[in-house]
């Protein structure tokens, strides 16, 4: 907003011109997230604790989480509100791509605040039924990604860029929607498996969206994209402003979430922010490298299913409880070991996911 009404005045005032540089735009959503988290948390922790008097249900069976008995969920409404605010504060609101990414962050948020409130109105874990979560997901995913096709240039509107090689692109053609939707949903999913501790999923959302806040300002520059041997796509910057409003909302979200937490964030806050990385490597056309730079949430997943499988088939279970963090938990880590040495894979794995761009 600040750039549609300012920037038609830099000839007349020449600070104006300062809403010209992404680079400007992107700290100050940092920044206005960042405030926006710290102002709101405090009244909403307090309205939230006033409604669920109990918290949020644990599971019966799992890791002794009794001491967070009565800790408010649905922080994630905390996140969605600074997001929110400050991307249309900052952003171009002309932008296509801005508005699709918005579409699924907000729309995800609503599915994962439909799932928190019917595990608190019917006191457990369940909530919302899995089928019609994922039919939700779907309509919302499905129509931003028809749109997010039809923004892209023709040239790699219905591709798949493979990482470390030079200018390969895998045509698609109609699937390519489909494709987008198992990367939406998928992210939105994993980021929820991984939300089970104190500040274990906050952190790599965070730091996923610095790196595709990089990314997305690389791509949407011509010169950078040419030099890096990555699709230019027109616009795509502007996905920088939302990358650094998640930041800042993220790391307000964990002044209040850090162990012991004053509230979780609950699926409002967990399937929207996969949902919305997602939507934005689809838009850059780094769908693969999210699945490297969101390689914890890949393995929190990948744990599941293995869990499952191995179940279903054996009667035997490879790890001691799934998701993975519960199955260090049982083995006696402490969680605050757990989220730590989680947080530094999660590093790890977004320098490499990084690498990628130099490495073709």
């Given amino acids: 907003m600040l750039y549609n009404l300012l920037v038609p005045l830099a000839e007349e005032y020449l600070f104006f011109n300062l809403f010209r540089y992404l680079t400007f735009r992107t700290g100050g959503a940092i ?31 799992g890791p002794d989480h009794l001491a967070k008995v009565g800790t408010p969920t649905m922080g994630g409404l905390m996140i969605l509100i600074s997001v929110s605010i400050s991307t249309i504060l900052w952003a171009d609101l002309s932008n296509a791509f801005m508005w699709y990414s918005m579409f699924v962050l907000i729309g995800y948020g609503a599915i994962g605040f439909a799932d928190d409130y019917l595990k608190l109105t019917k006191r457990n874990h369940k909530g919302l039924s899995g089928k019609l979560k994922i039919l939700g997901q779907l309509a919302i995913g499905g129509v931003a990604a028809y749109g997010i096709m039809n923004a892209l240039p023709d040239n790699v509107s219905n591709h798949i860029a493979i990482p470390v090689f030079k200018d390969l692109y895998v045509y698609i053609g109609l699937f390519f929607v489909p494709w987008a939707l198992l990367v939406m949903v998928g992210a939105s999913n994993a980021v929820n498996l991984t939300d089970g501790l104190d500040g274990l999923a906050i952190v790599p959302v965070a730091i996923a969206a610095a790196c595709f806040g990089f990314i997305s ?20 910057g502007e996905l920088a402003i939302i990358c650094g409003a998640l930041i800042g909302g993220a790391m307000g979200f964990l002044w209040f979430n850090a162990p012991p937490a004053m509230i979780f964030m609950g699926d409002t806050g967990s399937l929207a922010m996969g949902g919305v990385l997602g939507a934005m490597a689809v838009a850059v056309k780094h769908e693969l490298v999210l699945v490297i730079i969101g390689g914890l949430f890949v393995l929190e ?50 320098l490499v996911g990084l690498a990628t761009l130099k490495l073709r």
Avoid at 217 to 236: H, Q, S, V
Avoid at 312 to 331: I, N, S
Wanted: charged share 20%; no cysteine; net charge positive.
């Fill in 31 to 61: 920044m206005t997230a960042l405030v926006i988290s710290f102002v709101i948390a405090p009244p909403m922790i307090r309205w939230l604790k006033s409604k669920q008097k109990e918290g949020q249900p644990m599971r019966e069976v």
């Fill in 217 to 236: 300002y690389l791509t949407g520059r011509a010169d950078f994209a040419e030099y890096l041997n990555i699709a230019y796509i027109p616009g795509t």
């Fill in 301 to 350: 997943t990948v744990s599941v299913i293995v869990q499952v499988v191995s179940f279903k088939l054996t009667g035997k279970r490879v790890f001691a409880m799934a998701p993975l963090h519960h199955h260090f938990e049982k083995k006696g880590w402490s969680e605050p070991t757990i989220v730590i040495r989680f947080w530094i894979i999660a590093v790890i794995l977004a």
